[in-house]
């Protein structure tokens, strides 16, 4: 248990010794920062207009779920950046041996390699939600909404770090499992834009795809078959990759 | 003596092609195995713990450096080293203390601060020794650790080697020859996956000692006169002042040789046995096998 | 534990049943979890859940109710399909079937449905028509 957070704590190292870490937590930053102040410019200009509806939306869901979603998509786009060396890399520099011969079981090394991606994705969780909180100084927020965001965009995040994991062990280059995992996680968003297929053929592409569950967290209404969507999405490929190492070590 | 290592009938097949067939071996402490050739995996028991049933308990008696040391470019030396002792399960009051035994053993005392990516080739070599040390294994298992490394560096290294093998038990894998007659008490030497020698170091001189003299004098000097000596077999002459003598195994003549050769005045230059080249003996011992089945 | 070419073999088949089963068992679970959903409502007022009136009539009505809708774009499917949930989990008979437009060319005519598309309430036999206008508010 311990050596997950030895794995751990030198992925996050490695990750913000490079430059790597630092851009792109400056660059997404950028980006959100300024679609999020966009957003409240709209909001401004909607405002009269919104005060004479009876029930209009407020500011949380003009500004608030908009910027988490944009988050969302920017992040799908970096994400398998990060992932992509996560194993690949080791393989390709010769380290992996190191940990293949120390005696850590396989469960070890990807959960350890996962949770160090993961806390730097909760650290730019984190980051995005300073945004939504600074509205506070001139109006009320939704906090459930806000932490249901919060939620939806955490477990997105993890499904994307999972799955680009599993391409970095299964990659000889860390390039291919950057294409791949970007591929495979572009797929996976886009799967329920299909229509007028055959309705049992909808239903389960609907089910698979990521976008409507993080939009149905998005909402604010936490439905448990969507979060157990991201946690068996996550634990599958956790699994298979802790899986291809298993069989990567008998063949060695 | 205990056995610390001990292999059965280790096969390894890169796709169809068979890299290592059934061989078997095993290390004591205070031995260095050097391999000659490929090196696999099987069934490895090490110090009586089967490698596939116990992983755990296994891996953490021994220490591996692959042929490129696995060193992450990024850390510095001191970094690198913490790492590793955690991994390798070293309880955290004991780690500085092993940290600092594995720097002195192999001379990293003075680099300690720096980024591993900014040393040379021989100081990320004996980094990859200092992991493979650290958790004081029964076994290292060492890769070619001196390639790539310049003639300094090399002699460092292989007296590193042999000071290791006093305590622990060592396998060597190499293609150098005369790094196993440096370094090692036994070989083995496996030529398509067989293994085609297995000796001591001593048994292996024995291999090396060819009956033949070189001799070579100051002045011209009739060899043939050598002829009515006692066990030589055959004189060849190169020049008037070079000549090869064979001669019988059991009975050397070089004593007499000498005094003759001095009586006469011919001044004597040189009179040195003969050895072949580990060389020699490896092409020797691999073109036996080409004439039987390669393995399928 | 000694390595064969045999056991090398049967460790591979077990490796590749055993990711067979692991799919297999995350496919269930997936379902299960799809099937038996439980839900809370975290926003301010619960805006995302029907106020108390609205359940109580809904419990009262009898029979089965099925909305048909003819709608052909996405968005308005996923808005549609979002807020029928929300009387789905008042009343558990409450069907949603949305229909492709363009499949059904004959039933709009008798139905006299346009372009835009319509949206059908029936509670038991009773049929209410809420045709889309084409400029929608």
Known sequence: MRLIFTIAARELKTLFLSPLAWSILGLLQFILAYLFLTQVDAYAMLQPRLAALETAPGITDLVVTPLYGSAAIVLLLIIPLLTMRLISEERRSKTLPLLISAPVSNHEIILGKYLGVVTLLLIMVLMISVMPLSLLAGGELDFGKLFANILALTLVLASFAAIGLYLSCVASHPTIAAIGSFSALLLLWILDWTSGLHPGYNAILEYLSMLSHFQNLQSGLIASRDLCYFLLFSATFLLLSIHRLDYERLQK | ?296 | MKISQRIHHRIWLKNLLSTVALLIVIGLLAWLSARYSAQSDWTANARNTLSEASQKLLVTMPGEIVITAYLDQPALKKQLTDLVRRYQTGKSDLRLVIEDPDAHPGQLRKLDIGAAGAILVAIGDAVKGCPRSANPP
């Open chain 2, 1 to 296: 003596m205990a056995t610390l290592i001990q292999a059965e009938q280790l096969s390894r097949y890169f796709g169809d092609h068979c890299a290592v067939r059934e061989v078997d071996f095993s290390v004591a402490r205070g031995e260095v195995l050097g391999f000659l050739g490929p090196n696999g995996a099987g069934q490895i028991l090490i110090n009586g713990i089967d490698l596939l049933d116990r992983p755990r308990e296994a891996k953490s008696q021994l220490g591996y450096l692959p042929d490129n040391p696995p060193v992450y470019r990024e850390l510095t030396v001191q970094e690198y080293l913490e790492y590793c002792a955690a991994l390798h399960r070293i309880p955290r009051p004991a780690r500085y203390h092993a940290i600092e035994k594995s720097k002195r053993r192999c001379g990293l005392e003075s680099v300690a601060g720096r980024l591993i990516g900014n040393l040379s080739k021989g100081f990320q070599q004996r980094i990859g020794i200092a992991q493979a040390i650290l958790h004081n294994p029964q076994i290292i298992i060492l890769d070619e650790p001196t390639v790539g490394l310049d003639p300094i560096q090399i002699r460092e290294i292989r007296a590193l080697i042999r000071e290791l093998g006093s305590e622990h038990g060592i396998i060597l894998s190499t293609h150098i020859l005369p790094e196993v007659q440096e370094s090692c008490t036994h070989v083995q030497i496996i030529d398509q996956g067989s293994l085609v020698l297995k000796e001591t170091i001593a048994g292996l001189e024995r291999h090396l000692n060819t009956a033949a003299l070189t001799i070579r004098t100051r002045d011209p000097f009739d060899f043939r006169r050598l002829q009515s000596l006692p066990g030589i077999d055959n004189i060849e002459i190169i020049s008037p002042e070079h000549c090869r003598i064979h001669h019988d195994l059991e009975n050397n003549p070089a004593a007499g040789i000498a005094e003759t050769i001095i009586a006469s005045g011919a001044g004597l230059l040189a009179l040195v046995p003969e050895k072949k080249t580990m060389e020699e003996i490896f092409l020797a011992l691999t073109s036996r096998q080409e004439a039987e089945e390669p393995c399928a």
